[in-house]
């Protein structure tokens, strides 16, 4: 059975009701910024993150971001997670960065000596894996951050987009570099440019997206595969993680040295080793992630 670490005792019945899961478990107090992202641990090795401002359809505010950094943060360092999903909860999983928020700023010197939004990058850090769990709204910001993200499962009923052309500004935290090499130029340019929303099928046959599962079964079917990549080595799926990474930064032969290496440092480890003999014994291996 999944044990549930809440770390909020306010708003978690109203946060669930109407998401796309059921609340199981304990809870304990917590600062007002713990309420913005809620994250359950699953004895499965599966940390589960709810993004938690459902009045706000999970516009991404500075305060939300900071706290999925630092709940990822914590999933990177507990040896006893393995892999993450983020959901969102209500209508959205998350209708993009907070407008009125940013709505605020004055001016590029305000915006540039800040460096408004770089904390983002918390999510392409992580080591572990992360699958998004997509429901409803996933636009702007969210669409990025779905992006920012390893897989992605959408539930039937989810509409992306990058609708900031229609604010008078840009994608800004990697829409127009991840959305070319998900879809390909041509679509990437029309749903930037159009700021049009794309269907889930839509999004799954271009390839943004990795499957499309029937609505309100996104976060179990977004948990089983988080919890089939939970069940390997972990140190052995961040570097595979890592590897694929790379791909979209390297040329193609340096991409396959890059991936040689870490072929040749999985030698280093003892679950290479339990793996491949626990492949001659006809056994399964006991992973000791190490
Ligand atoms: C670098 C990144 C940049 C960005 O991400 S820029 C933002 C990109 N995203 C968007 O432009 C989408 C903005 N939202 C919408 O267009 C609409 O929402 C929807 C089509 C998603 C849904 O429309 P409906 O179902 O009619 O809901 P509702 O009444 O518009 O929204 C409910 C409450 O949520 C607030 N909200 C929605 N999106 C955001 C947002 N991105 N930032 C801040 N607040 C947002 C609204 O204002 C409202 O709140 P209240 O009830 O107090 O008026």
Not at 148 to 175: N, R, W, Y
Not at 229 to 236: D, G, Y
Not at 241 to 251: I, L, P, R
Request: aromatic share 4%; charged share 25%.
């Amino acid at each position: 059975m999944a044990l549930l670490l809440r770390l909020q005792t306010r708003g978690l019945t109203n946060a669930l009701r109407g998401s796309f899961r059921s609340s199981r478990g304990l809870s304990t107090a917590a600062s007002a910024e713990d309420d913005l992202v809620l994250l359950e641990r699953r004895d499965s090795g599966v940390a589960v993150l709810t993004l938690n401002r459902p009045k706000a359809l999970n516009a991404l505010s500075d305060g939300l971001m900071r706290a999925l950094a630092e709940k990822l943060r914590q999933v990177d360092a507990d040896s006893s997670l393995k892999a993450a999903v983020i959901t969102g909860t209500g209508k959205a999983f998350a209708a993009g960065a907070d407008i009125k928020e940013m709505h605020s700023r004055e001016g590029y010197s305000d915006v540039r000596g800040e460096n408004m939004l770089a904390h983002w990058n918390s999510v392409s850090n992580t080591r572990k894996p992360i699958v998004a769990a997509v429901g409803g709204f996933a636009l702007g910001g969210g669409c990025e951050l779905a992006m920012a993200c390893d897989i992605i499962i959408a539930s039937e009923d989810a509409k992306f987009g990058q609708p900031e052309i229609k604010l008078g500004t840009i994608p800004g935290v990697g829409g127009t570099q991840r959305l070319i090499r998900a879809v390909g130029k041509s679509k990437a340019m029309e749903w930037i440019l159009t700021g049009e929303m794309i269907s889930a099928q839509e999004a799954e046959r271009a390839g943004l997206v990795s499957r499309v599962v029937p609505a309100g079964t996104v976060l179990e079917e977004a948990v089983k595969i988080a919890e089939k990549i939970a069940s390997f080595s972990s140190p052995v799926v961040q570097l595979a993680k890592e590897c694929v990474n790379a791909a979209e930064e390297t040329s193609l032969a340096e991409g396959i040295r890059f991936e040689r290496h870490l072929f040749h440092a999985t030698w280093g480890l003892d679950d290479r080793r339990e793996g491949f003999q626990a492949f001659s014994e006809k056994r399964q291996p006991t992973w000791k992630h190490r």
